[in-house]
């Protein structure tokens, strides 16, 4: 008996409360005033346009090799960057990117160029030139370079 007069207590109190609710007005929300927009003038980045690409000769006319300083004029040359400073970051950038994927055990792939990867070469006997005495050769790891197809037609 105590528990219904409980049960009838407690949805007296509900019934009170939703009248409560229902007879309170609601308050209009006022809307915040749209601030004002400011016109902000967007600086357009300054666009270098690349010089015409010029291929430089090597000073080194037996080897035709070309010297760090060279390459890295080249490189300004073809991608148009600023300076050599920027060239020479962009050229360490891409090493570390390629010693990081080839230590990772990544292919790496360069359209155009070639493919490099780390291919594992066999244990092998071999001749000592000097002696003509049979040696073994351990198995290692090696870097290959893999030619692409239109760097071959271009080049040979």
Known sequence: ???KIKAKKAAKKVAAKKKAVAKKPLKAKKKAAPKPVKKVEVKKPKVIKPKKAILLVPKNDA???YSQSELFDCLVSYCGFV????ARLFYDGFCSMVQESLKSGYRLLLPGLGKIQVRKTAA?????PLTKEPIKIEARKRVRFTPAKVLKEAVL
């Open 83 to 86: 300076n050599r400073k920027e």
């Open 63 to 65: 080897t035709k090799q």
């Open 1 to 3: 008996m105590a528990k």
């Open 124 to 128: 092998r006997m071999g001749i000592n």
